[in-house]
């Protein structure tokens, strides 16, 4: 068992670190990626066994006050072509968002500020699709900070 604040597991890491990759001989891992602010919030979702190259994920930010991040990290050694779409709850697109992720590295950002020029309603969701798997997390709170959920992508 390793437990540990990132700083402690690699020291001098803290704030310079923006991903990394767990491996073990064996029958496998369990883990869980805990992360927020010492005195505010925390939030956790289970390590990821594999990556997804589709899904989807809620949209939790439709209220005042509430945001969706959204962050995919590339553990491939091919560029990651990601196409985002956010969807209505008829199934209806109303807007796509389409970038690169590089050879190990992630890319993260608010939902909000992706789809800036549209509106969200409740029931709207984004959808993702890419050339290669990638891990992928959504992280949903308020302004608040008086809640936090994560979903990751195989979930």
């Known amino acids: 068992r390793i437990k540990g604040v990132l700083d402690e597991l ?17 029958a ?20 990821m066994a594999a990556t997804e190259k589709s899904g989807m994920f809620p949209l939790m ?7 969706t991040g959204l962050a995919f990290a ?23 968002n389409e970038g690169e992720i590089a050879p190990m590295s992630r890319s993260a950002a608010v ?8 509106v969200m309603t409740p029931g709207d969701y984004v959808r993702f699709t890419s050339n290669v798997g990638l891990a992928a997390v959504s992280v ?14 195989g979930e």
Request: include cysteine; charged fraction near 15%.
């Open 10 to 26: 690699f020291p001098g890491s803290n704030g310079t670190a923006t991903w990394g990759t767990v491996q073990a001989d064996g």
């Open 61 to 67: 930010e439709a209220g005042s006050g509430n945001w």
């Open 74 to 96: 590339n553990p491939n050694s091919d560029t990651a072509q990601l196409t985002l779409e956010l969807v209505g709850m008829d199934g209806v697109v109303k807007a796509t």
């Open 140 to 153: 949903s709170g308020d302004t608040e900070r008086s809640w936090m959920s994560a979903l990751g992508a």
């Open 28 to 47: 496998g891992l369990i883990g869980l990626e805990l992360f927020g602010t010492y005195a505010d919030c925390i939030c956790g979702f289970p390590l």
């Open 111 to 118: 939902v909000g500020d992706l789809f800036s020029l549209f």
